[in-house]
């Protein structure tokens, strides 16, 4: 059985960080991409980082040089931290895993909630 299983989210002020962890399991995690989405309320869910099975990474413009995604495939296990973190960035985050082999596979994790506030 397929499970992603998100921690670490949590309320920070703003300027601070977090570190999201999802933990795989049920699957071939070295396989897969592995991304985060986040989801703000009355907001679409949209793509913040993605990493690669072959190790290459994209962000999203708004988190550039602020979120770095990073995988360890002997754990599988996928982190996102977060510094410099905006009241904007408050969203639900999501972790997914993706891949291709005759047919799409596609999981999500339940979500953990970020909220950036003073």
């Known amino acids: 059985q397929v499970q992603l299983v998100e921690s670490g989210g949590g309320r920070v002020q703003p300027g601070g960080s977090l570190r999201l962890s999802c933990a795989a399991s049920g699957f071939t995690f070295s396989t897969y991409a592995m991304s985060w989405y986040r989801q703000a309320p009355g907001k679409e869910r949209e793509l913040v980082a993605l990493?690669?099975?072959?190790?290459?990474?994209t962000y999203a413009d708004s988190v550039k040089g602020r979120f770095t995604i990073s995988r360890d495939n002997a754990k599988n296990t996928v982190y996102l931290q977060m510094n410099s973190l905006k009241p904007e960035d408050t969203a639900v985050y999501s972790c997914n895993a993706r891949t291709w082999d005759l047919r799409l596979y596609d999981y999500w994790g339940q979500g953990t909630q970020v909220t950036v506030s003073s």
């Open positions: 990493s690669r099975k072959t190790g290459g990474t």
